[in-house]
C-alpha cells in the first residue's frame, strides 16, 4: 500500500512540473483541434452530397416540366419536320430527366416505376421522331398514346412539385434518407405523393403493349452585333450615361468597378448609391455607350400596383430612355416584382429577337432590373422584311385543326441557327391549353410551337 501511494504522490509531484503540465496540454489541444477538423470536413462533406441531391432534384423537376410541355407541343404539330424536332427534344428531356432521378439516394417501388415511365416516354418519343424525320405522318393511334403519356406526365409533373413542398417543408435531408432507407420517403412525404407515385405506377400497366421500331436517338445571339452601335467611349462618359439613365437627381454616389464582360460586350461597371439603404449596379458597353444591364434588390412593401399598370409603366420607362416601339411579350410576378419582357415592333410586325427584360417594383412601379444583351445582338431601327410567298389563309390551313385560333399578326423569330424567319403568329385554345403556333411565311412550314403558361404570378410561355 505504501508503494502505491509512493507512486501516487510521484505523478502528482511530476504533474505540478511545467513541463509535463504542457505536454499534457498540448496533446488535449491537439486532440481537440484535430476532432474539431474532422468534423468539419465530414459536415462539409454531407453539405457537398446534399447540395448535390438537391441540385438533382430540382433538376429532375424541370426536365419533367419540360418533358410534360413538349409532350403537349407533339399533340398540337402539324409538321412531320418540326414534329421530329419535338419528339428528339422530348427524348433527350426525358432521358435527362431519368439521369438526374438515378442520382438521388432512394430506391422505393414509387420512383421505380417513374423511372420506368420516363424511359417509355423517351424510349417511344424516339421511336415516333424517326418516323417522322423520314415524312410519314404519325398515325391517329400515335396521337393517342401522345396524348394518354402527356395526361400523366401532367400527373408526375404535379406529384414531383407536392413532393418538393412535403420534403422540404419538412426539412427532411436527402442524406437521412439514404440512411433510412425507402421507408424514410413514405413516412415523410405525404399521402397525396405517395398515393400520386403509386398512381402513376398503375397507370404504366396500360403502356405494356406500345410497339416500338427499333432500338431506343437559347435565345439567338448575334455576333456582329448589330444593335451595338457608336465610337468607342471611356470610363468617365460611361458614369455619365450611367448617372443619366438612373436619374442624376437621384444618385448619391458612384464608384466604379472596373471593366467587366457583360453577353460578350465588354463594358465599364458602377455602383450607384441613390438610397441610403439601396444601390445599384450598372454596366455600360464600351462600344457605344449603351446600358446592357441594370438590377437594385431592395424591399418591397406591399403591392399596391397591378401587374398591368406595370407593364405600362416599363413600357414608359423604355421610352424615355430612347427604347422606341416596344411591346410586352409575356411577364411573371414574384416576391413583389414583375419581370418582364419586351420585344421591339416594326410596322405591327413583332420583332421577338430585339428582347428587352425589365424588372419593376409593385409597390411605386420603380424599374429595379434591366438586361439588353438580346436587344444590342439584334436590333435594327428598320429592318428588311421580305414579301411574304403565301397568304394568312393559306397559312392557317397548315395549323392543326384541334386549335381553336383566336387572334393572328406577324413576328419575326429566331431560330437555333442564328437567324431570323418572319412567320405568321397564330394564338390559340386546344382543351385546357393556349398555344402559338408559328408559320413560315415563305415555306408554309410550320416552324414553331410555343406554349402558353397563364398563374397567378403571370403569363409566360415555353
Known amino acids: 500500500m505504501g508503494k502505491v501511494k509512493d507512486k501516487i504522490y510521484d505523478f502528482k509531484d511530476r504533474l505540478v512540473d511545467r513541463k509535463m503540465l504542457t505536454i499534457i496540454v498540448t496533446l488535449i489541444t491537439v486532440i481537440v483541434v484535430l476532432a474539431i477538423v474532422i468534423y468539419k470536413k465530414q459536415l462539409e462533406y454531407r453539405n457537398l452530397a446534399e447540395n448535390g441531391y438537391n441540385n438533382a432534384f430540382y433538376q429532375l423537376v424541370e426536365y419533367v416540366d419540360k418533358t410534360e410541355v413538349l409532350l403537349a407541343k407533339s399533340i398540337i404539330s402539324n409538321s412531320p419536320k418540326h414534329g421530329a424536332e419535338t419528339l428528339s427534344n422530348i427524348w433527350r428531356d426525358a432521358t435527362l430527366a431519368q439521369s438526374y432521378l438515378a442520382r438521388l439516394?432512394?430506391?422505393?417501388?414509387?420512383?421505380?416505376?417513374?423511372?420506368?415511365?420516363?424511359?417509355?416516354?423517351?424510349?417511344?418519343?424516339?421511336?415516333?421522331?424517326?418516323?417522322?424525320?423520314?415524312?410519314?405522318?404519325?398515325?391517329?393511334?400515335?396521337?393517342?398514346?401522345?396524348?394518354?403519356?402527356?395526361?400523366?406526365?401532367?400527373?408526375?409533373?404535379?406529384?414531383?412539385?407536392?413532393?418538393?413542398?412535403?420534403?422540404?417543408?419538412?426539412?427532411?435531408?436527402?442524406?437521412?434518407?439514404?440512411?433510412?432507407?425507402?421507408?424514410?420517403?413514405?413516412?415523410?412525404?405525404?399521402?397525396?405523393?405517395?398515393?400520386?407515385?403509386?398512381?402513376?405506377?398503375?397507370?404504366?400497366?396500360?403502356?405494356?403493349?406500345?410497339?416500338?421500331?427499333?432500338?431506343?436517338?437559347?435565345?439567338?445571339?448575334?455576333?456582329?452585333?448589330?444593335?451595338?452601335?457608336?465610337?468607342?467611349?471611356?470610363?468617365?462618359?460611361?458614369?455619365?450615361?450611367?448617372?443619366?439613365?438612373?436619374?442624376?437627381?437621384?444618385?448619391?454616389?458612384?464608384?466604379?468597378?472596373?471593366?467587366?464582360?457583360?453577353?460578350?460586350?465588354?463594358?465599364?461597371?458602377?455602383?450607384?448609391?441613390?438610397?441610403?439603404?439601396?444601390?445599384?449596379?450598372?454596366?455600360?458597353?464600351?462600344?457605344?455607350?449603351?446600358?446592357?444591364?441594370?438590377?437594385?434588390?431592395?424591399?418591397i412593401k406591399d403591392a399596391n400596383i397591378s401587374p398591368e399598370d406595370a407593364v405600362k409603366m416599363g413600357e414608359e420607362f423604355l421610352e424615355n430612355r430612347e427604347f422606341k416601339n416596344m411591346k410586352v411579350t409575356y411577364y411573371m410576378r414574384m416576391d413583389g416584382t414583375l419581370t418582364a419582357n419586351y420585344a421591339y415592333e416594326q410596322n405591327g410586325i413583332t420583332i421577338y429577337p430585339d428582347l428587352i427584360k425589365l424588372k419593376i417594383a409593385l409597390d411605386d412601379g420603380e424599374v429595379l432590373g434591366m438586361e439588353s444583351t438580346g436587344y444590342l445582338n439584334s436590333h435594327k431601327e428598320l429592318r428588311e422584311i421580305s414579301d411574304t410567298k403565301i397568304k394568312e389563309d393559306e397559312a392557317r390551313k397548315k395549323v392543326n385543326e384541334k386549335l381553336e385560333i383566336t387572334s393572328t399578326g406577324m413576328a419575326i423569330i429566331p431560330t437555333k441557327w442564328n437567324t431570323e424567319v418572319l412567320c405568321y403568329e397564330f394564338k390559340g385554345k386546344t382543351g385546357d391549353n393556349d398555344f402559338i403556333v408559328y408559320i413560315n411565311t415563305e415555306t408554309g412550314e410550320e416552324q414553331d410551337i410555343l406554349m402558353i403558361i397563364n398563374t397567378e404570378e403571370g403569363t409566360l410561355t415555353e
Open 105 to 299: 439516394p432512394i430506391g422505393t417501388q414509387e420512383l421505380e416505376n417513374t423511372e420506368k415511365f420516363l424511359n417509355q416516354v423517351a424510349d417511344y418519343s424516339y421511336s415516333l421522331a424517326n418516323k417522322a424525320i423520314y415524312g410519314k405522318e404519325l398515325s391517329q393511334e400515335d396521337l393517342n398514346n401522345l396524348s394518354n403519356l402527356h395526361e400523366y406526365s401532367k400527373s408526375l409533373k404535379d406529384t414531383l412539385n407536392q413532393l418538393e413542398t412535403d420534403l422540404f417543408s419538412s426539412n427532411v435531408k436527402w442524406g437521412d434518407l439514404e440512411k433510412k432507407g425507402g421507408d424514410a420517403l413514405s413516412q415523410e412525404a405525404s399521402n397525396l405523393s405517395q398515393n400520386s407515385f403509386g398512381s402513376i405506377g398503375a397507370q404504366l400497366d396500360e403502356y405494356s403493349g406500345l410497339i416500338y421500331d427499333g432500338a431506343f436517338s437559347e435565345h439567338m445571339t448575334n455576333p456582329e452585333r448589330v444593335g451595338l452601335t457608336g465610337e468607342d467611349i471611356d470610363e468617365e462618359k460611361a458614369k455619365d450615361i450611367a448617372k443619366k439613365f438612373i436619374g442624376e437627381n437621384r444618385v448619391r454616389e458612384i464608384n466604379s468597378n472596373g471593366n467587366s464582360e457583360n453577353g460578350n460586350i465588354e463594358c465599364y461597371s458602377f455602383n450607384v448609391k441613390v438610397e441610403e439603404n439601396q444601390e445599384f449596379t450598372i454596366s455600360v458597353s464600351k462600344k457605344g455607350g449603351h446600358v446592357v444591364s441594370m438590377n437594385s434588390n431592395r424591399d
